[in-house]
């Protein structure tokens, strides 16, 4: 199973900004969406956002105009800017990617085959 690496969480204070890198283990992202995903203890894994083969992005009501996913191919990696985080952020934050079309991202998690193990962020004062 194609694995993928996140990185770039921490503990911030309300108000402030992450960028969260996700970095594949082996395979190429060019033919992959690309999806954020967080859970917060005792909750279920949400989708945050995602960003389509061609960059088309979606983003939940709770994060937009906060975050920014974006992918960089000559890097391989894709990034989520968060930026006026607050304590409801709190989570382990998980990327997720499936081999895609050019058609527009869903982030739905059950649709994701390949994840890495997330990374924790947490904000607070």
């Known amino acids: 199973q194609l694995q993928l690496v996140e990185s770039g969480g921490g503990l911030v204070q309300p108000g402030g900004s992450l960028r969260l890198s996700c970095v594949p283990s082996?395979?190429?992202?060019?033919?992959?969406?690309v999806g954020w995903f967080r859970q917060a203890p005792g909750k279920e894994r949400g989708g945050v956002s995602c960003?389509?083969?061609?960059?088309?992005?979606r983003y939940s009501d709770s994060v937009k105009g906060r975050f920014t996913i974006s992918r960089d191919n000559a890097k391989n990696t894709v990034y989520l800017q968060m930026n006026d985080l607050k304590p409801e952020d709190t989570a382990v934050y998980y990327c997720g990617a499936m081999r895609s079309g050019n058609g527009p991202c869903i982030y739905a998690p059950k649709i994701y085959t390949s994840w890495g193990r997330g990374t924790q962020v947490t904000v607070s004062s």
């Open positions: 082996g395979f190429n992202l060019d033919y992959y969406a």
């Open positions: 960003i389509s083969v061609n960059g088309g992005t």
